[in-house]
């Protein structure tokens, strides 16, 4: 012997089940979006760390020292060995001999570069905030060293590759605020 409902009160149940269920899930992605919103504000250029945070599928969960994470760990390592291995071929065939010398110090800049990020994401879990941001600062001078070195000897490199630095230093430089801020 069952409960006999009305068909208009058991449509009125499964539509008020299905408002509260969709409320609240939009709420939750919406204190997501804050989080990462608010984190990446003070950053130089917010849709850089926005677009990085969300480019991972853990950034939608993430605190305030996952979003850090996220954008050491993914996207500036991963930037990082993309310049190396652009350096690397840049390198390979250039137009003359010093401007081969130019791009194997930037690779080996970035080679190094990689290293301080992988410390700096072992201090970041370790809670030392210190280290952390002074790793990360380290790994922006070797690309700041790179850019440098590589306009002082007029050494020409493909816009891409101009555009991926200014996105590691704009991602070096949201890193650094956000860690600055724990």
Known sequence: MGIALPLCHLSLLLLLSISFNYVGHRNLVSADEALIQLQC????????CIQC???DPKGESAGKVGIANIIITTCLSNNAKSLK??????ASTPPGKGEKTV???CEKAFSDATYDLAKATAMLGAKDY???NGLVAAALAREVFCKENMLDNKVTVPDSVVYQMRVYEELSNAA???VDRF
């Open 130 to 132: 210190d280290k952390t």
């Open 103 to 105: 791009l194997q110090s």
């Open 85 to 90: 291995h652009n350096m690397t071929v840049l």
């Open 53 to 55: 945070v969300k480019s």
């Open 176 to 178: 650094l605020r956000i």
């Open 41 to 48: 504000h003070n950053a130089e250029v917010p849709s850089t």
